[in-house]
């Protein structure tokens, strides 16, 4: 069978745990282009542990780009360079013979890194425990139906929550912010009917623990958009802002 | 603490206020604009438009007094923000290429506004302090021109008016983006107006000193 694997020269960030100092490794590896970043990987971490060298860490699940796990930066880029994917779907292809690659952890102060490039994105979690949900009765699926909405703001709504929660616009950001996750997390329910309720509430509680959990604040450079596997659009965080605006002049909840 | 102070502890809250003072200076800009303008008049009108402002008292008083604590507030949320993102991301990235799929001017926002505040300071001591308190009965043209036909006053003047193209180009659309002022029918309209006015006002504040330096070159 003709050999058209290609060879990279792999910088890997490896770090024991969250109170070590980390590091670069260097390995030298020759892979199929057909192969995934993360079958890439695996087959490295073989032959680690074949040499019963400790494997490299990280993080997947669906490995097709729907559950938002498996986020590292590669050559600068959160989800490596190509546009909208997410790092699970970038193969091996993307890179030329004899190229240099770099893969590192998600950075920022909000996400603490578990082990090498495994950080914990937790305070995202918060941000939707704090609001992003609807806690009012809906009813089951069919019952969806009873209000009707336009067709332009169903494609909202589902652009919106097209968002799969993987950190990368935080990652992607110079202010380390996760602005387009909670506009995302805020539009999905603030353009339905069902989501008006709550929905001055809820944008004022996920703002507030956003800012807690040591986000930066958005200078829209829109970095963020631009490296969303989703493409979640920019006009989510105008919303989320006009909301909050909004809110601030005509809610009634005094104590946000 | 009240809802209004923590309001405006908040990220969201700390932008608006960003916006609000930045499009008001932003209007404060056309004005002077507008004013420097005058200067193509010829010595005679641009010296009347000076003693027109100075007649209205202490009309021009307030509005100076609003204008220093526009740009106070503007500045000091500014620096504060521009240093609590900095430490957001305590260990840097090896390689970070996101900052260079974005717009050029979004990148140095904070950047621009401190030379613009530098500039500020300068334009303040070199013109007001000079024109009001220079104590000699100097007319502001006479230390306009003088200064303008100094190459190194002029080229300094002109990178800053760039500077201010610069954050502007950025500026202009981002507020309409932290208002939530924005719609497909009139983002790109918002855009290309906020284009516009970054080579207004760049080139406009730029067109003075080039004129003036060139005209003391010329000898006449
Ligand atoms: C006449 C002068 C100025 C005008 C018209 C102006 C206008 C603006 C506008 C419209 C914005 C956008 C606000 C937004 O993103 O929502 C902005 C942002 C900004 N300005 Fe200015 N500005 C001026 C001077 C300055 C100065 C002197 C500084 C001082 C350091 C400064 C620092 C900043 C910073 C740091 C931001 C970005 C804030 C952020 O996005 O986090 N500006 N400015
Ligand atoms: S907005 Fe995009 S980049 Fe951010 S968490 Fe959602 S899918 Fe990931
Ligand atoms: S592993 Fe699920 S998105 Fe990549």
């Known amino acids: 069978m003709e050999n058209h694997n290609i060879n990279l020269t792999l910088n890997i960030w490896r770090q024991e745990n969250p109170s070590t100092e980390g590091r670069f490794d260097e390995f030298k590896v020759s892979t199929s282009p057909d192969a995934s970043i993360l079958e890439m990987l695996d087959e490295l971490n073989n032959t680690l542990e074949a040499k019963g060298e400790r494997?490299?860490?990280?993080?997947?699940?669906?490995?097709?780009?729907?559950?938002?796990?498996?986020?590292?930066?590669?050559?600068?880029?959160?989800?490596?360079?190509?546009?909208?994917?997410?790092?699970?779907?970038?193969?091996?292809?993307?890179?030329?013979?004899?190229?240099?690659?770099?893969?590192?952890?998600?950075?920022?102060?909000?996400?603490?890194?578990?082990?090498?490039?495994?950080?914990?994105?937790?305070?995202?979690?918060?941000?939707?425990?704090?609001?992003?949900?609807?806690?009012?009765?809906?009813?089951?699926?069919?019952?969806?139906?009873?209000?009707?909405?336009?067709?332009?703001?169903?494609?909202?709504?589902?652009?919106?929550?097209?968002?799969?929660?993987?950190?990368?616009?935080?990652?992607?950001?110079?202010?380390?912010?996760?602005?387009?996750?909670?506009?995302?997390?805020?539009?999905?329910?603030?353009?339905?009917?069902?989501?008006?309720?709550?929905?001055?509430?809820?944008?004022?509680?996920?703002?507030?623990?956003?800012?807690?959990?040591?986000?930066?604040?958005?200078?829209?450079?829109?970095?963020?958009?631009?490296?969303?596997?989703?493409?979640?659009?920019?006009?989510?965080?105008?919303r989320m802002n006009r909301d909050f605006l909004n809110a601030k002049i005509s809610s009634h909840a005094l104590h946000f | 603490m009240s809802w209004l102070s923590r309001s405006f502890k908040t990220s969201i809250g700390q932008k608006l206020v960003m916006t609000i003072t930045g499009l008001l200076l932003f209007f404060f800009l056309f004005v002077h604009l507008a004013g420097n303008f005058t200067i193509w008049g010829g010595e005679a009108f641009f010296t009347r438009y000076v003693s027109t402002l100075e007649s209205l008292g202490n009309f021009t008083h307030f509005i100076e007094v609003g204008l220093a604590l526009l740009f106070i507030v503007h500045i000091f949320f500014g620096l504060r923000l521009a240093l609590q993102n900095a430490e957001k991301r305590p260990i840097q990235y090896k390689v970070y290429e996101s900052n260079n799929l974005i717009d050029f001017s979004a990148r140095y926002t904070w950047q621009t506004g401190v030379l613009i505040l530098v500039f500020l300071v300068v334009h303040l001591i070199t013109f007001w302090y000079l024109y009001k308190f220079g104590g000699e009965g100097r007319e502001l043209f006479e230390i306009v021109t003088t200064w303008f036909a100094n190459p190194l006053y002029s080229l300094f003047y002109i990178i800053i008016m760039i500077a201010l193209g610069i954050h502007l180009q950025h500026g202009f659309q981002s507020a309409f983006q932290t208002l939530g002022w924005t719609h497909p029918k009139f983002t790109p309209i918002i855009e290309k107006l906020g284009t516009f006015i970054a080579w207004l006002f760049g080139l406009g504040f730029s067109l003075i000193p080039i004129y003036f330096y060139f005209s003391a070159i010329g000898g006449n």
């Open chain 1, 55 to 238: 494997p490299i860490a990280f993080e997947s699940d669906c490995r097709e780009g729907i559950c938002g796990t498996c986020g590292v930066v590669v050559n600068g880029h959160p989800h490596g360079p190509l546009p909208k994917i997410a790092t699970c779907q970038l193969h091996m292809r993307t890179f030329k013979n004899g190229e240099n690659l770099y893969i590192e952890p998600f950075r920022a102060k909000a996400y603490n890194i578990i082990k090498d490039l495994i950080v914990d994105r937790s305070p995202l979690d918060k941000i939707i425990q704090s609001g992003g949900f609807i806690s009012i009765n809906t009813g089951s699926a069919p019952d969806a139906n009873i209000h009707p909405i336009s067709k332009e703001t169903a494609t909202i709504a589902i652009e919106a929550a097209e968002c799969i929660g993987c950190g990368a616009c935080v990652a992607a950001c110079k202010n380390a912010s996760a602005m387009l996750f909670v506009s995302a997390k805020v539009s999905q329910f603030a353009v339905l009917p069902q989501g008006q309720l709550e929905r001055y509430d809820r944008v004022q509680a996920m703002v507030n623990t956003m800012d807690e959990m040591g986000f930066g604040s958005c200078t829209n450079t829109y970095a963020c958009e631009a490296e969303c596997p989703k493409g979640v659009s920019i006009t989510n965080i105008a």
